[in-house]
């Protein structure tokens, strides 16, 4: 079974009465193999993270169908074990990492023996178990984009989609960030980047 699956998929955006509409996403299929690392690459608006953003059901494709792990992007089950991080993520400015990855696991379902130490080691993994209580609200863009990396992998995700995921993050959170994408490929997982 593919991980990732697109066949023919088109997005045009209609625009102002008397302008052409744009074409924005044309004719693409390609297909990720459970276990793939898949880099996605383009110029600037050349339209990946309009078809991140089809392919997390965010968006409707104009043409052309999606599948993530076996179902229609459609369905809510395709979203079951995928870890997203856009290329701006915006999390819940009055909350903590610890609150985010806590409600995560809720929504998805995990299960662990202390959720709490769970959601705190992945802190750990990636710098942030000092401010798991302080509200992101104070956190810088590279925290934030950490919390939101931190967010993907707490719910233990077959797929991980990430839409520019080292933006914003200084050299040495850029390597631990890459260190663990490699750890997470390595055990089977499925990287859409």
Not at 22 to 39: K, N, P, Q, T, Y
Not at 112 to 140: E, G, M, N, Q
Request: glycine share 10%.
């Amino acid at each position: 079974m593919s991980a990732v699956s697109l066949e023919r998929v088109s997005k045009t955006y209609r625009r102002s009465w008397g302008r052409a509409a744009l074409l924005a996403v044309d004719d693409v299929s390609f297909a990720i193999a459970e276990g793939e690392a898949f880099g996605f690459i383009g110029a600037n608006g050349a339209g990946k993270s309009t078809t991140i953003k089809m392919l997390t059901g965010a968006l409707q494709p104009s043409a052309g169908t999606l599948q993530l792990l076996g179902h229609a992007v459609g369905d809510p089950e395709s979203r079951r074990g995928l870890g997203y991080v856009p290329e701006n993520p915006s999390l819940p400015d009055l909350l903590t990492p610890l609150e985010i990855l806590s409600m995560a696991m809720h929504l998805h379902g995990v299960k662990a023996a202390d959720p709490r130490r769970h959601c705190l080691d992945w802190l750990a993994r990636f710098s942030l178990a000092h401010v798991a209580a302080k509200p992101i609200r104070t956190f810088s863009k590279g925290m934030a984009q950490r919390v939101a990396l931190a967010h993907a992998m707490v719910i233990r995700p077959r797929l991980l989609i990430l839409d520019e995921p080292l933006s914003g993050l200084d050299p040495i959170g850029r390597k631990e960030v890459v260190d663990i994408l490699e750890e997470y490929h390595r055990a089977g997982g499925t990287l859409f980047f």
